[in-house]
Protein backbone atom coordinates (compact mmCIF):
# COMPACT_ATOMS: atom_id res chain seq x y z
CA UNK A 1 0.00 0.00 0.00
CA UNK A 2 1.36 3.88 -0.95
CA UNK A 3 1.78 5.43 2.22
CA UNK A 4 0.83 8.69 0.33
CA UNK A 5 -1.41 9.12 -2.64
CA UNK A 6 -2.43 11.92 -4.09
CA UNK A 7 -5.44 12.14 -6.72
CA UNK A 8 -5.87 14.53 -9.19
CA UNK A 9 -5.21 17.28 -7.12
CA UNK A 10 -6.49 20.45 -8.50
CA UNK A 11 -6.41 24.34 -6.94
CA UNK A 12 -7.03 27.66 -8.58
CA UNK A 13 -6.73 31.13 -7.41
CA UNK A 14 -8.54 33.92 -8.80
CA UNK A 15 -8.41 32.61 -12.63
CA UNK A 16 -5.29 31.10 -12.09
CA UNK A 17 -4.65 27.63 -12.14
CA UNK A 18 -1.88 27.14 -10.33
CA UNK A 19 -2.33 22.77 -9.52
CA UNK A 20 -4.07 21.33 -12.15
CA UNK A 21 -5.10 17.16 -12.02
CA UNK A 22 -2.04 16.33 -10.42
CA UNK A 23 -1.48 12.24 -9.58
CA UNK A 24 1.23 10.23 -7.94
CA UNK A 25 1.62 7.48 -5.51
CA UNK A 26 4.48 7.49 -2.81
CA UNK A 27 6.06 4.46 -1.45
CA UNK A 28 6.91 3.87 2.02
CA UNK A 29 11.11 4.39 2.83
CA UNK A 30 11.19 6.24 -0.98
CA UNK A 31 12.74 9.50 -1.53
CA UNK A 32 10.26 10.95 -4.20
CA UNK A 33 11.02 14.16 -5.93
CA UNK A 34 8.65 16.78 -7.05
CA UNK A 35 10.67 18.98 -9.48
CA UNK A 36 9.93 21.99 -12.12
CA UNK A 37 9.99 25.27 -13.28
CA UNK A 38 9.35 28.51 -10.68
CA UNK A 39 5.85 29.00 -10.69
CA UNK A 40 5.17 25.24 -11.60
CA UNK A 41 2.94 24.75 -8.75
CA UNK A 42 5.17 22.72 -6.41
CA UNK A 43 4.90 25.07 -3.45
CA UNK A 44 1.24 24.97 -3.52
CA UNK A 45 0.81 20.84 -3.89
CA UNK A 46 2.56 21.26 -0.61
CA UNK A 47 0.33 23.11 0.49
CA UNK A 48 -2.36 21.31 -0.49
CA UNK A 49 -0.70 17.88 0.78
CA UNK A 50 0.41 19.60 4.19
CA UNK A 51 -3.59 20.95 5.17
CA UNK A 52 -2.73 24.71 4.45
CA UNK A 53 -4.81 24.72 1.28
CA UNK A 54 -7.97 23.12 0.65
CA UNK A 55 -8.30 21.52 -2.78
CA UNK A 56 -10.81 22.25 -5.24
CA UNK A 57 -10.96 18.94 -6.26
CA UNK A 58 -9.15 15.47 -5.78
CA UNK A 59 -7.91 13.48 -2.79
CA UNK A 60 -5.37 13.21 -0.78
CA UNK A 61 -4.49 9.89 1.15
CA UNK A 62 -2.24 9.01 3.66
CA UNK A 63 -1.57 5.46 4.81
CA UNK A 64 -4.79 4.67 3.33
CA UNK A 65 -6.96 7.37 5.01
CA UNK A 66 -8.71 9.87 3.36
CA UNK A 67 -7.10 13.19 4.74
CA UNK A 68 -8.28 15.51 1.92
CA UNK A 69 -8.87 19.03 3.87
CA UNK A 70 -7.74 17.84 7.50
CA UNK A 71 -6.38 20.38 9.19
CA UNK A 72 -2.76 20.93 9.62
CA UNK A 73 -2.54 20.19 12.85
CA UNK A 74 -4.35 17.07 12.49
CA UNK A 75 -2.35 15.92 9.63
CA UNK A 76 0.78 16.00 12.19
CA UNK A 77 -1.13 13.52 14.41
CA UNK A 78 -1.62 11.36 11.42
CA UNK A 79 2.06 11.28 10.75
CA UNK A 80 3.10 14.34 8.08
CA UNK A 81 5.36 17.25 8.68
CA UNK A 82 7.10 19.41 6.67
CA UNK A 83 9.56 22.31 6.33
CA UNK A 84 9.21 25.47 4.15
CA UNK A 85 10.77 27.20 1.56
CA UNK A 86 10.94 30.74 3.06
CA UNK A 87 11.92 29.55 6.57
CA UNK A 88 9.18 29.52 9.09
CA UNK A 89 11.48 29.27 12.59
CA UNK A 90 10.11 30.45 15.84
CA UNK A 91 12.85 33.05 16.17
CA UNK A 92 12.59 34.14 19.60
CA UNK A 93 12.94 30.90 21.04
CA UNK A 94 16.12 29.28 21.45
CA UNK A 95 17.72 26.43 18.40
CA UNK A 96 15.86 23.54 20.93
CA UNK A 97 13.21 25.31 21.82
CA UNK A 98 12.20 25.51 18.38
CA UNK A 99 12.98 21.19 18.33
CA UNK A 100 10.80 21.04 21.78
CA UNK A 101 7.66 22.41 19.94
CA UNK A 102 7.95 19.67 17.40
CA UNK A 103 7.19 17.15 20.13
CA UNK A 104 3.61 18.86 21.23
CA UNK A 105 1.81 15.85 20.13
CA UNK A 106 3.86 13.71 22.23
CA UNK A 107 3.19 15.25 25.18
CA UNK A 108 0.70 15.21 27.95
CA UNK A 109 -1.21 18.52 27.36
CA UNK A 110 -3.19 18.94 30.21
CA UNK A 111 -2.98 23.14 30.92
CA UNK A 112 -3.81 23.01 35.02
CA UNK A 113 -0.89 20.56 35.48
CA UNK A 114 1.02 23.00 33.28
CA UNK A 115 -0.04 26.32 35.60
CA UNK A 116 0.88 24.31 38.76
CA UNK A 117 4.17 22.42 37.62
CA UNK A 118 3.66 19.31 38.65
CA UNK A 119 6.83 17.05 39.05
CA UNK A 120 5.25 15.20 35.92
CA UNK A 121 5.30 18.18 33.68
CA UNK A 122 9.61 18.75 34.83
CA UNK A 123 10.16 14.98 34.25
CA UNK A 124 8.41 15.56 30.46
CA UNK A 125 10.50 18.72 29.77
CA UNK A 126 13.29 16.71 30.53
CA UNK A 127 12.34 13.92 28.22
CA UNK A 128 11.32 16.06 25.77
CA UNK A 129 14.53 18.68 26.24
CA UNK A 130 16.66 15.17 25.88
CA UNK A 131 14.74 13.63 22.78
CA UNK A 132 15.28 17.36 21.06
CA UNK A 133 19.03 17.40 21.96
CA UNK A 134 18.83 13.95 19.77
CA UNK A 135 17.46 15.27 16.99
CA UNK A 136 19.61 18.45 16.93
CA UNK A 137 23.03 15.78 16.76
CA UNK A 138 21.37 14.08 14.30
CA UNK A 139 21.44 17.58 12.25
CA UNK A 140 24.30 18.32 13.33
CA UNK A 141 23.16 21.32 15.65
CA UNK A 142 24.10 20.41 19.22
CA UNK A 143 26.81 23.34 19.81
CA UNK A 144 24.30 26.00 19.14
CA UNK A 145 21.43 24.05 20.92
CA UNK A 146 20.86 27.15 23.99
CA UNK A 147 21.76 29.82 21.19
CA UNK A 148 18.28 32.40 20.07
CA UNK A 149 17.41 30.71 16.45
CA UNK A 150 17.14 34.21 15.47
CA UNK A 151 21.28 34.43 15.84
CA UNK A 152 21.92 31.13 13.84
CA UNK A 153 23.07 31.23 9.91
CA UNK A 154 20.79 30.56 7.29
CA UNK A 155 21.77 27.04 6.92
CA UNK A 156 21.55 26.08 10.52
CA UNK A 157 18.14 26.94 10.24
CA UNK A 158 17.60 24.78 7.45
CA UNK A 159 18.49 22.38 8.93
CA UNK A 160 16.88 23.11 12.12
CA UNK A 161 13.56 22.97 10.43
CA UNK A 162 14.30 19.74 9.51
CA UNK A 163 15.16 18.36 13.04
CA UNK A 164 11.65 20.30 13.80
CA UNK A 165 9.54 18.44 11.51
CA UNK A 166 11.17 15.14 12.51
CA UNK A 167 10.36 16.22 16.18
CA UNK A 168 6.96 14.68 15.62
CA UNK A 169 7.89 11.28 14.09
CA UNK A 170 6.27 11.97 11.02
CA UNK A 171 5.81 8.92 8.40
CA UNK A 172 5.79 11.19 5.66
CA UNK A 173 7.71 14.25 5.69
CA UNK A 174 7.58 16.90 3.17
CA UNK A 175 11.06 19.01 2.60
CA UNK A 176 10.28 22.29 0.99
CA UNK A 177 13.73 23.46 -1.34
CA UNK A 178 15.67 22.05 1.77
CA UNK A 179 18.94 23.37 -0.09
CA UNK A 180 17.65 26.59 -1.66
CA UNK A 181 20.34 29.41 -0.80
CA UNK A 182 22.48 26.96 0.84
CA UNK A 183 26.05 27.03 -0.56
CA UNK A 184 27.81 23.59 -1.70
CA UNK A 185 28.99 22.40 1.42
CA UNK A 186 25.84 23.03 3.41
CA UNK A 187 23.85 21.48 0.50
CA UNK A 188 25.91 17.92 1.52
CA UNK A 189 25.12 18.68 4.94
CA UNK A 190 21.81 18.78 3.81
CA UNK A 191 22.34 15.55 1.57
CA UNK A 192 23.51 13.34 4.20
CA UNK A 193 21.04 14.42 6.98
CA UNK A 194 18.08 13.64 3.81
CA UNK A 195 19.71 9.83 3.77
CA UNK A 196 20.00 9.36 7.29
CA UNK A 197 16.06 10.43 7.60
CA UNK A 198 15.29 8.20 4.66
CA UNK A 199 17.61 5.03 6.19
CA UNK A 200 15.36 5.56 10.09
CA UNK A 201 12.32 4.45 7.76
CA UNK A 202 10.49 7.88 7.56
CA UNK A 203 9.07 8.73 4.01
CA UNK A 204 10.57 11.87 2.50
CA UNK A 205 8.83 13.82 0.01
CA UNK A 206 11.15 16.65 -1.41
CA UNK A 207 10.78 19.96 -3.62
CA UNK A 208 14.14 20.79 -5.05
CA UNK A 209 16.18 22.77 -7.23
CA UNK A 210 19.37 21.05 -7.00
CA UNK A 211 19.55 18.51 -9.86
CA UNK A 212 22.37 17.14 -8.51
CA UNK A 213 21.26 16.71 -4.67
CA UNK A 214 18.01 15.67 -6.63
CA UNK A 215 19.55 13.30 -8.82
CA UNK A 216 21.82 11.60 -6.32
CA UNK A 217 19.38 11.21 -3.51
CA UNK A 218 16.04 10.56 -4.83
CA UNK A 219 13.87 6.77 -6.09
CA UNK A 220 11.61 8.62 -7.93
CA UNK A 221 10.96 11.82 -9.25
CA UNK A 222 7.75 13.68 -10.84
CA UNK A 223 8.30 16.77 -12.73
CA UNK A 224 5.23 19.16 -12.71
CA UNK A 225 5.18 22.29 -15.34
CA UNK A 226 2.20 24.70 -14.93
CA UNK A 227 -0.05 23.07 -12.64
CA UNK A 228 0.27 19.57 -14.67
CA UNK A 229 2.57 16.29 -14.76
CA UNK A 230 5.08 16.30 -17.58
CA UNK A 231 6.95 13.27 -16.37
CA UNK A 232 7.33 10.65 -13.59
CA UNK A 233 10.27 8.20 -13.10
CA UNK A 234 14.02 7.21 -11.91
CA UNK A 235 16.67 9.60 -12.21
CA UNK A 236 18.20 8.48 -15.26
CA UNK A 237 14.79 8.48 -17.34
CA UNK A 238 14.10 12.17 -16.51
CA UNK A 239 17.40 13.39 -16.94
CA UNK A 240 17.00 12.16 -21.00
CA UNK A 241 13.15 12.81 -21.10
CA UNK A 242 12.73 15.49 -24.37
CA UNK A 243 9.72 16.71 -22.68
CA UNK A 244 11.57 17.54 -19.27
CA UNK A 245 14.49 19.20 -20.64
CA UNK A 246 12.76 21.58 -23.46
CA UNK A 247 10.19 22.39 -20.17
CA UNK A 248 12.76 22.56 -17.45
CA UNK A 249 16.37 21.72 -17.66
CA UNK A 250 16.83 23.02 -20.95
CA UNK A 251 14.07 25.30 -21.96
CA UNK A 252 13.39 28.30 -19.11
CA UNK A 253 16.84 29.65 -19.40
CA UNK A 254 20.22 28.94 -19.12
CA UNK A 255 20.29 29.67 -15.20
CA UNK A 256 18.35 26.57 -14.56
CA UNK A 257 20.38 24.80 -16.96
CA UNK A 258 23.65 25.44 -15.58
CA UNK A 259 22.23 24.52 -12.24
CA UNK A 260 21.10 21.23 -13.53
CA UNK A 261 24.32 20.36 -15.42
CA UNK A 262 26.37 21.36 -13.21
CA UNK B 1 22.00 40.07 37.37
CA UNK B 2 21.23 39.65 33.62
CA UNK B 3 21.16 35.65 34.71
CA UNK B 4 19.03 36.47 37.94
CA UNK B 5 16.79 38.18 35.30
CA UNK B 6 16.79 35.39 33.29
CA UNK B 7 16.79 32.46 35.84
CA UNK B 8 12.45 32.10 36.74
CA UNK B 9 13.01 30.61 40.03
CA UNK B 10 15.06 32.95 41.53
CA UNK B 11 12.47 35.63 40.28
CA UNK B 12 9.80 33.84 42.22
CA UNK B 13 11.74 34.19 45.17
CA UNK B 14 13.46 37.26 44.67
CA UNK B 15 9.65 38.98 43.89
CA UNK B 16 8.29 37.40 47.78
CA UNK B 17 11.59 38.81 49.13
CA UNK B 18 10.90 42.32 47.81
CA UNK B 19 7.03 42.07 48.73
CA UNK B 20 8.35 40.66 52.05
CA UNK B 21 10.81 43.04 52.86
CA UNK B 22 9.46 46.55 51.50
CA UNK B 23 6.88 47.44 53.94
CA UNK B 24 9.69 48.22 56.45
CA UNK B 25 11.89 50.88 53.96
CA UNK B 26 7.80 52.62 53.33
CA UNK B 27 7.59 55.72 55.14
CA UNK B 28 3.79 55.98 55.34
CA UNK B 29 0.93 54.23 54.39
CA UNK B 30 0.56 56.11 51.38
CA UNK B 31 3.31 54.58 49.63
CA UNK B 32 2.09 51.52 51.26
CA UNK B 33 -1.37 51.90 49.18
CA UNK B 34 0.78 52.60 46.22
CA UNK B 35 2.79 49.86 46.61
CA UNK B 36 -0.79 47.73 46.53
CA UNK B 37 -2.04 49.43 43.83
CA UNK B 38 1.25 48.53 41.47
CA UNK B 39 0.75 44.64 42.53
CA UNK B 40 -3.12 44.95 41.51
CA UNK B 41 -2.27 46.37 38.11
CA UNK B 42 1.02 44.13 37.92
CA UNK B 43 -1.40 41.43 38.17
CA UNK B 44 -3.83 42.21 35.22
CA UNK B 45 -0.66 43.44 32.81
CA UNK B 46 1.07 39.63 33.74
CA UNK B 47 -2.31 38.27 32.13
CA UNK B 48 -2.17 40.72 29.30
CA UNK B 49 1.26 39.95 28.86
CA UNK B 50 0.86 36.07 28.51
CA UNK B 51 -1.50 36.82 25.77
CA UNK B 52 -0.01 39.82 24.28
CA UNK B 53 3.82 38.68 24.56
CA UNK B 54 3.92 35.02 24.55
CA UNK B 55 0.92 33.92 22.65
CA UNK B 56 1.60 37.44 20.30
CA UNK B 57 -2.56 38.33 20.20
CA UNK B 58 -3.50 41.76 21.06
CA UNK B 59 -6.42 42.71 23.50
CA UNK B 60 -7.83 46.67 23.67
CA UNK B 61 -10.47 45.09 25.89
CA UNK B 62 -9.00 43.78 29.19
CA UNK B 63 -10.45 46.52 30.96
CA UNK B 64 -14.11 44.78 30.32
CA UNK B 65 -12.48 41.61 32.41
CA UNK B 66 -10.93 43.92 34.88
CA UNK B 67 -14.00 45.33 34.98
CA UNK B 68 -16.54 41.93 35.71
CA UNK B 69 -14.28 41.09 38.41
CA UNK B 70 -14.62 45.08 39.78
CA UNK B 71 -18.38 44.81 39.74
CA UNK B 72 -18.73 41.03 40.65
CA UNK B 73 -17.65 42.03 44.05
CA UNK B 74 -20.10 44.68 44.47
CA UNK B 75 -22.83 43.65 43.16
CA UNK B 76 -22.61 39.83 44.15
CA UNK B 77 -22.77 40.71 48.00
CA UNK B 78 -25.48 43.74 47.42
CA UNK B 79 -28.05 42.28 45.13
CA UNK B 80 -27.77 38.19 45.46
CA UNK B 81 -26.32 38.36 49.18
CA UNK B 82 -23.12 36.20 47.95
CA UNK B 83 -20.12 36.53 50.52
CA UNK B 84 -17.52 38.23 48.95
CA UNK B 85 -15.00 35.47 47.88
CA UNK B 86 -17.59 33.65 46.21
CA UNK B 87 -18.77 36.74 44.53
CA UNK B 88 -15.05 36.95 43.08
CA UNK B 89 -15.22 33.56 42.18
CA UNK B 90 -17.87 33.60 40.14
CA UNK B 91 -16.55 36.78 38.31
CA UNK B 92 -13.50 35.30 37.79
CA UNK B 93 -15.39 32.17 36.23
CA UNK B 94 -18.03 34.25 34.50
CA UNK B 95 -15.64 36.90 32.86
CA UNK B 96 -13.50 33.13 31.89
CA UNK B 97 -16.59 32.07 30.73
CA UNK B 98 -17.07 35.20 28.13
CA UNK B 99 -13.80 35.72 27.46
CA UNK B 100 -14.29 31.52 26.34
CA UNK B 101 -17.40 32.59 24.19
CA UNK B 102 -15.94 36.02 22.64
CA UNK B 103 -12.51 34.34 22.06
CA UNK B 104 -13.67 31.67 19.60
CA UNK B 105 -14.77 33.67 16.78
CA UNK B 106 -13.00 36.42 17.09
CA UNK B 107 -8.88 35.34 17.67
CA UNK B 108 -9.84 34.01 14.43
CA UNK B 109 -9.01 37.71 13.54
CA UNK B 110 -5.53 38.63 13.42
CA UNK B 111 -3.18 42.21 14.11
CA UNK B 112 -5.65 45.33 13.58
CA UNK B 113 -8.70 43.54 13.21
CA UNK B 114 -7.82 41.38 17.01
CA UNK B 115 -7.52 44.77 18.39
CA UNK B 116 -10.70 46.58 17.19
CA UNK B 117 -12.82 43.47 17.95
CA UNK B 118 -11.79 43.39 21.52
CA UNK B 119 -11.92 46.90 21.41
CA UNK B 120 -15.01 46.75 20.81
CA UNK B 121 -15.88 43.84 23.28
CA UNK B 122 -13.86 45.79 26.22
CA UNK B 123 -16.73 49.08 25.39
CA UNK B 124 -19.88 47.36 24.87
CA UNK B 125 -18.74 45.45 28.61
CA UNK B 126 -18.59 49.13 30.06
CA UNK B 127 -21.62 50.27 28.15
CA UNK B 128 -23.78 47.62 29.46
CA UNK B 129 -22.14 48.64 33.29
CA UNK B 130 -23.07 51.66 32.81
CA UNK B 131 -26.48 51.02 31.50
CA UNK B 132 -27.92 48.65 34.02
CA UNK B 133 -28.25 51.29 36.81
CA UNK B 134 -30.73 49.85 39.13
CA UNK B 135 -28.33 46.58 39.71
CA UNK B 136 -24.35 48.60 39.35
CA UNK B 137 -25.67 52.28 40.41
CA UNK B 138 -25.10 53.36 36.68
CA UNK B 139 -22.69 56.04 36.06
CA UNK B 140 -22.17 56.88 39.77
CA UNK B 141 -21.30 53.55 40.48
CA UNK B 142 -22.08 51.92 44.02
CA UNK B 143 -20.50 50.94 47.34
CA UNK B 144 -18.32 47.60 47.47
CA UNK B 145 -18.99 45.80 50.72
CA UNK B 146 -15.68 44.65 52.36
CA UNK B 147 -14.10 41.77 51.93
CA UNK B 148 -14.99 39.19 55.62
CA UNK B 149 -12.77 36.37 55.96
CA UNK B 150 -13.43 34.40 59.12
CA UNK B 151 -14.48 37.16 60.64
CA UNK B 152 -12.10 38.95 59.90
CA UNK B 153 -12.31 42.29 57.61
CA UNK B 154 -9.97 42.96 55.43
CA UNK B 155 -9.72 46.80 55.16
CA UNK B 156 -6.53 48.87 54.66
CA UNK B 157 -3.45 49.84 52.82
CA UNK B 158 -1.17 47.33 54.76
CA UNK B 159 -3.86 44.24 54.47
CA UNK B 160 -4.50 44.90 50.75
CA UNK B 161 -0.45 45.50 50.36
CA UNK B 162 0.20 41.45 51.39
CA UNK B 163 -3.08 40.08 49.84
CA UNK B 164 -2.03 41.64 46.48
CA UNK B 165 1.40 40.83 47.33
CA UNK B 166 1.26 37.53 47.88
CA UNK B 167 -1.87 36.62 45.15
CA UNK B 168 1.22 38.66 42.63
CA UNK B 169 4.06 36.08 43.50
CA UNK B 170 1.44 33.19 42.99
CA UNK B 171 0.17 34.94 39.97
CA UNK B 172 4.10 35.02 38.74
CA UNK B 173 4.84 31.82 39.83
CA UNK B 174 2.06 30.23 37.60
CA UNK B 175 3.03 32.13 34.16
CA UNK B 176 6.30 31.18 34.80
CA UNK B 177 5.62 27.89 35.04
CA UNK B 178 3.55 27.82 32.05
CA UNK B 179 6.03 29.60 29.89
CA UNK B 180 8.07 26.96 30.31
CA UNK B 181 5.81 23.83 29.73
CA UNK B 182 4.06 22.39 26.49
CA UNK B 183 1.68 25.15 26.58
CA UNK B 184 3.91 27.97 27.28
CA UNK B 185 6.19 26.43 24.12
CA UNK B 186 2.62 26.32 22.07
CA UNK B 187 1.82 29.87 22.79
CA UNK B 188 5.67 31.57 21.49
CA UNK B 189 5.58 29.23 18.87
CA UNK B 190 2.10 30.71 17.61
CA UNK B 191 3.68 34.36 18.18
CA UNK B 192 6.86 33.52 15.87
CA UNK B 193 4.98 31.68 13.11
CA UNK B 194 1.47 30.60 13.20
CA UNK B 195 2.14 28.49 9.91
CA UNK B 196 5.29 26.15 11.74
CA UNK B 197 3.19 25.81 14.62
CA UNK B 198 0.35 23.97 13.09
CA UNK B 199 2.00 21.90 11.21
CA UNK B 200 3.64 20.73 14.13
CA UNK B 201 0.25 19.43 15.74
CA UNK B 202 -0.27 22.80 17.69
CA UNK B 203 -3.99 23.70 17.76
CA UNK B 204 -3.48 27.31 16.93
CA UNK B 205 -7.17 28.13 18.01
CA UNK B 206 -7.52 26.40 21.28
CA UNK B 207 -4.12 27.62 22.37
CA UNK B 208 -4.99 31.32 21.48
CA UNK B 209 -8.29 30.68 23.22
CA UNK B 210 -6.46 29.05 26.33
CA UNK B 211 -4.44 32.34 26.57
CA UNK B 212 -7.26 34.70 26.31
CA UNK B 213 -9.14 33.02 29.20
CA UNK B 214 -5.75 32.67 31.30
CA UNK B 215 -5.47 36.15 30.63
CA UNK B 216 -8.87 37.17 31.49
CA UNK B 217 -8.96 35.12 34.89
CA UNK B 218 -5.62 37.36 35.54
CA UNK B 219 -7.52 41.03 35.10
CA UNK B 220 -10.98 39.90 37.00
CA UNK B 221 -8.70 39.04 39.88
CA UNK B 222 -7.35 42.61 39.29
CA UNK B 223 -10.20 43.86 39.03
CA UNK B 224 -11.92 42.48 42.40
CA UNK B 225 -9.16 43.59 43.96
CA UNK B 226 -8.93 47.33 43.10
CA UNK B 227 -12.68 47.82 44.29
CA UNK B 228 -11.96 46.14 46.95
CA UNK B 229 -9.68 47.54 48.04
CA UNK B 230 -10.84 51.20 47.18
CA UNK B 231 -14.53 50.37 48.56
CA UNK B 232 -16.32 51.75 45.87
CA UNK B 233 -16.61 50.91 42.13
CA UNK B 234 -17.27 53.19 39.29
CA UNK B 235 -18.07 52.45 35.53
CA UNK B 236 -14.28 53.45 35.30
CA UNK B 237 -12.70 50.22 36.03
CA UNK B 238 -13.90 48.83 32.91
CA UNK B 239 -13.12 52.06 30.82
CA UNK B 240 -11.59 52.04 27.14
CA UNK B 241 -8.75 53.97 28.39
CA UNK B 242 -7.78 51.54 31.44
CA UNK B 243 -7.54 49.17 29.09
CA UNK B 244 -5.39 51.09 27.18
CA UNK B 245 -3.24 51.79 30.23
CA UNK B 246 -2.66 48.02 30.81
CA UNK B 247 -1.34 47.83 26.95
CA UNK B 248 0.95 50.65 27.77
CA UNK B 249 2.26 49.30 31.27
CA UNK B 250 3.22 45.74 29.16
CA UNK B 251 4.65 47.16 26.14
CA UNK B 252 6.77 49.63 28.55
CA UNK B 253 7.82 46.93 30.78
CA UNK B 254 8.23 44.38 28.01
CA UNK B 255 6.29 42.13 25.95
CA UNK B 256 7.29 38.59 26.78
CA UNK B 257 8.97 39.54 29.90
CA UNK B 258 7.26 38.52 33.46
CA UNK B 259 9.33 41.03 35.31
CA UNK B 260 8.51 43.34 32.68
CA UNK B 261 5.06 43.43 33.61
CA UNK B 262 5.55 44.35 37.31
CA UNK B 263 7.85 47.24 36.28
CA UNK B 264 5.82 48.41 33.44
CA UNK B 265 2.97 48.70 35.81
CA UNK B 266 5.39 50.46 38.86
CA UNK B 267 6.13 53.37 36.12
CA UNK B 268 2.85 53.70 35.29
CA UNK B 269 1.15 53.69 38.71
CA UNK B 270 4.28 55.42 40.34
CA UNK B 271 4.73 58.53 37.60
CA UNK B 272 1.76 60.05 38.18
CA UNK B 273 2.04 60.34 41.89
CA UNK B 274 5.55 61.86 41.30
CA UNK B 275 4.79 63.91 38.29
CA UNK B 276 1.85 65.90 40.36
CA UNK B 277 4.71 68.55 40.70
CA UNK B 278 3.85 69.73 37.12
CA UNK B 279 0.23 70.22 38.36
CA UNK B 280 -1.76 71.10 34.86
CA UNK B 281 1.11 69.79 32.90
CA UNK B 282 1.32 66.32 34.69
CA UNK B 283 -0.54 64.63 31.79
CA UNK B 284 1.74 66.08 29.34
CA UNK B 285 5.02 64.58 31.16
CA UNK B 286 3.77 61.46 31.70
CA UNK B 287 2.80 61.38 27.70
CA UNK B 288 6.33 62.28 26.67
CA UNK B 289 8.07 60.25 29.42
CA UNK B 290 6.40 57.05 27.53
CA UNK B 291 6.97 58.37 23.99
CA UNK B 292 10.92 59.09 24.95
CA UNK B 293 11.24 55.12 26.54
CA UNK B 294 9.29 53.92 23.47
CA UNK B 295 11.65 55.53 21.36
CA UNK B 296 15.05 54.26 23.03
CA UNK B 297 13.90 50.85 23.97
CA UNK B 298 11.25 49.92 21.79
CA UNK B 299 11.54 45.95 23.27
CA UNK B 300 10.44 47.19 27.10
CA UNK B 301 12.27 48.42 29.94
CA UNK B 302 13.18 44.74 31.47
CA UNK B 303 14.32 43.26 28.19
CA UNK B 304 16.56 46.13 26.98
CA UNK B 305 18.15 46.20 30.43
CA UNK B 306 18.69 42.25 30.43
CA UNK B 307 20.63 42.28 27.06
CA UNK B 308 22.63 45.28 28.21
CA UNK B 309 23.78 43.12 31.59
CA UNK B 310 24.14 40.38 29.91
CA UNK B 311 26.60 42.04 27.13
CA UNK B 312 28.43 43.80 29.76
CA UNK B 313 29.29 40.28 31.44
CA UNK B 314 29.58 38.31 28.24
Redesign the interface.
Known amino acids: MSILVVEDLAITFGGLIAVDGVNFLVEKNEIFAVIGPNGAGKTTLFNMV ?3 YSPQRGRILLAGEDVTNL ?3 E ?3 RGL ?2 T ?1 QNL ?6 TAI ?1 NV ?6 H ?3 N ?1 LS ?4 LPS ?1 HR ?2 RE ?1 RGKAAELLALVGLTDVAERPAGALPYGALKRL ?1 IA ?2 L ?2 EPKVLLLDEPAAGCNPVETKEIDTVIKAIAAHGVTVVLVEHDMRLVMRISSRIHVLDRGRTLAEGKARDIRSNPAVIAAYLGGTGAQEAARAQS | MARLLNNPFLLVIGLALVVAVLPLFLPSTFYVRVVALVFINALAVLGLNLLMGFAGQVSLGHAGFFGIGAYAVAVGPTHLGLPTWLALICGTALAALLALIVGRPILKLRGYYLAVATLGMGVLIAMVISNEAQITGGPNGMPVPRLVLFGWRAVGPQVWYWISGITLVIGVWIAINLIESPTGRAFRAIHDSETAARVLGVNVAHYKLTAFVLSAVYASVAGSYFVLFDGFVTPDTASFLRSIEFVVMAVLGGLGSIFGSIVGAAILVLLPQFLTVFHDYEHIVLGAIIIVFLIFLPAGIVPAASSLLGRRAA
Do not use: C, D, W, Y
Open positions: SGLAPHLARSRFQIFFRMEMVGRHLEKRVHLFTVQNTERAAT
